[in-house]
């Protein structure tokens, strides 16, 4: 199993990045996917859930309005559409597999989004 994240770097306040997360291994298609974000010195939080066929979202207040979550089952692939960026968004952030019973969970490296003029 595996799942590769992409996509971050260092961004001016207001701008937007798009992070992916590949995965390979498992029945992507069957699985709820959600991106999490963990800032220096703080938990990791939830950022955005997807249902499996991605008829379903979820998001944390905080990025209500500025974060899409997406994905592409043809590609194994889960995005996160990231605008009007803060410097409060600033964490690692990681890419969340998780099977329709909670029997299984995996996690990726984590990608790092900087926002900073």
């Known amino acids: 199993v595996q799942l590769v994240e992409s996509g971050g770097g260092l961004v001016q306040p207001g701008g937007s990045l798009r992070l992916s997360c590949a995965a390979s291994?498992?029945?992507?298609?069957?699985?709820?996917m959600s991106w999490y974000r963990q800032a220096p010195g703080k938990e990791r939080e939830l950022v955005a859930t997807i249902s499996s066929a991605g008829g379903r979202t979820n998001y944390a207040d905080s990025m209500k309005g500025r974060f899409t979550i997406s994905r592409d089952n043809a590609k194994n692939t889960v995005y996160l559409q990231m605008n009007s960026l803060k410097p409060e968004d600033t964490a690692v952030y990681y890419c969340n597999a998780r099977s329709a019973f909670y029997e299984y969970s995996y996690w990726g490296q984590g990608t790092q989004v900087t926002v900073s003029s």
């Open positions: 291994g498992f029945t992507f298609s069957s699985y709820t």
